[in-house]
């Protein structure tokens, strides 16, 4: 597809051609080409989703925020039968209102004090298993999978202490997510399967805290197993409804905080200078993990909206029950709202207004948890590790497929 033929893409005829295929390139390290002229030329493009359905692809910061921030555009509904789609379905349909759904459950307060960063003890906890993973690394030697030997493991640990199941089955629990994320043309009979395995696991730990005194009791589960005692109105809740938070909050957090981590490190193995930079300057730790979130494109997919009402969003007039998707790297280097956006610049002086955490009613919860976890990764590895590199050519990195997130299979990382 050529600029030029991209002229005029905007009025809305009966029927307006895709322009393109929708997702774009799964490479994790290099922003996808498409993006700049889809800006320029086509802010809200029509595109074809793996599903073979249509679609408007919104790659402007003004816009991108203005279909987040407009209720009209619904994230619940995006789960109906019979809408178009992104890609199908692998989690049960009311699991996509997975925030609405623990704010009608009452848990609200429950949750945001579990993803709470400053809560006692979390981030001594973290920083000694960041440690404990490094040294473990190092004991096997370089080189090493970054991923698989710390980023995965690091992420599951805080997310299983988070809500109260042991680190052990960390293994288990993440693999579940490698079917739970896939992004796949046609529904697939196992993947309920793979769903309710984890609620079943979640459940089991449920009952366990359940079965602890108060003090013993940890985490998420066991602030549950609390209210299941004390609270008259968690009382209709059942085992299964407690698990199904936990199983959402493990799968929205564990891929999140790993795939964010492994291509942050990626992007500073590329500029070595820049681990030097960060190992001088820790105070400076969180205005760089603002521009790493900025920089980074883990988010392979569009944050999917359906419209709820006939909606004009630049040129274009989206009718009422079609799909539109925002393209996070679009608004995240678009030049209208960051100056220089293909520079990763870890001291970038103006406010660092990213969208990697979303915008409007279903903005990350856990955007706190989320730069704290990222904060010590890095805090550790550059200390611990100053001449950390990548150990083959990033050409050979293996980029995943068929995901939400884009992800390389592994980060062999030298160090010695
Ligand atoms: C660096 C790490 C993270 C990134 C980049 C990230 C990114 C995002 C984004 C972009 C959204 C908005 C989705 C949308 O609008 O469709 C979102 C929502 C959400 N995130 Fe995160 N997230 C991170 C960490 C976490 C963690 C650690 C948890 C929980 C343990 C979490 C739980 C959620 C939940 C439950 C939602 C849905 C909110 C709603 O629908 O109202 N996230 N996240």
Not at 18 to 25: A, G, N, V
Not at 181 to 208: C, H, I, Q
Not at 262 to 290: F, K, S, T
Not at 321 to 327: D, I, Q, R, S, Y
Request: glycine fraction near 8%; proline fraction near 6%; include cysteine.
């Amino acid at each position: 597809m050529s600029v030029e033929q991209l002229e005029g893409t905007q009025e809305r005829g009966p029927e307006p051609e895709p322009l393109l295929d929708f997702p774009l390139s799964r490479r994790g390290d290099v922003l996808p080409e498409e993006c700049s002229w889809l800006r320029e030329k086509a802010p809200v493009a029509r595109v074809r989703t793996l599903t073979g359905d249509p679609a408007w692809l919104v790659s402007s910061y003004a816009l991108a925020k203005q279909v987040l921030e407009d209720e009209r555009f619904s994230l619940k509904d995006t789960a109906n039968a019979g809408v178009p789609r992104q890609y199908a379905l692998t989690i049960p349909p009311e699991v996509v209102n997975n925030m609405g759904n623990i704010n009608s459950a009452g848990l609200r307060n429950a949750v945001m004090k579990a993803l709470n960063p400053r809560q006692k003890g979390l981030q001594d906890f973290l920083r000694a298993t960041a440690g404990e993973l490094i040294e473990a690394l190092v004991a096997e030697g370089g080189p090493a999978d970054l991923r698989t030997g710390f980023a995965d493991p690091f992420s599951a640990a805080l997310h299983c202490q988070v809500l109260g199941v042991p680190f052990e089955d960390w293994r288990r629990l993440m693999s579940g997510l490698d079917v739970a994320f896939m992004t796949a043309r046609e529904p697939f009979a196992d993947s309920a399967l793979n769903w309710y395995k984890d609620v079943g696991y979640f459940a089991d730990a449920f009952k366990a805290q359940l079965a602890r005194t108060a003090e013993e009791r940890t985490g998420l589960l066991g602030k549950f197993a609390g209210l299941r005692e004390a609270d008259p109105e968690s009382a209709h809740l059942t085992d299964e409804m407690f698990a199904t938070v936990a199983v959402s909050l493990f799968g929205a957090g564990a891929v999140s905080t790993s795939a964010f981590l492994v291509l942050a490190v990626l992007a500073l193995l590329q500029r070595p200078e820049l681990i030097g930079y960060l190992r001088e300057h820790p105070e400076r730790m969180g205005a760089a993990v603002d521009e790493l979130l900025r920089w980074n494109l883990s988010v392979g997919d569009g944050l999917p909206r359906l419209a709820m009402a006939d909606v004009q969003v630049g040129d274009v007039l989206v009718k009422e029950g079609e799909l539109v998707l925002v393209l996070l790297e679009g608004a995240n280097f678009d030049p209208e709202a960051f100056e220089r956006p293909d520079e990763l610049d870890l001291e970038r002086k103006s406010a660092n207004a990213h969208l990697a955490f979303g915008a409007g009613r279903h903005f990350c919860p856990a955007s706190a948890l989320g730069r704290a976890h990222a904060e010590i990764a890095l805090e550790v590895l550059v200390e611990r590790l100053p001449d950390l590199r990548l150990a083959v050519p990033a050409e050979n990195l293996v980029w995943r497929t068929g995901f939400i997130k884009r992800l390389p299979e592994r980060l062999p990382v030298a160090w010695q």
